[in-house]
């Protein structure tokens, strides 16, 4: 399993991707779009609290391990 930043996963993914991504972060974090961009363009940092679910959702659907840095 590969380890990557969220930024980086960001990155990789296609356009239908990435938009399902913030969903799920939105969703599952309970957060605004806005903030879940912050997160995916690395210009906010995830509180602590939530980074275990972020994780959780990004091994599920993308098979990825978040590195937090």
């Known amino acids: 399993m590969k380890e990557k ?4 996963l960001w990155t990789e993914l296609d356009p ?3 938009a399902r ?4 972060i939105r969703k599952n974090l309970f957060t605004t779009t806005t903030t879940a961009m912050a997160y995916v363009r690395g210009y906010r ?3 602590e ?5 972020l994780a959780e ?3 599920k659907n993308h098979s990825v391990k978040l590195k937090f840095s």
């Not at 930043?5 to 980086?8: A, G, M, V």
């Not at 991504?21 to 799920?24: P, Q």
């Open 16 to 18: 239908e991707a990435q």
């Open 57 to 59: 959702i990004v091994i």
């Open 45 to 47: 940092s995830i509180p």
């Open 5 to 8: 930043t969220l930024k980086e």
């Open 21 to 24: 991504l913030l969903g799920l």
């Open 49 to 53: 609290r939530k980074r275990p679910k």
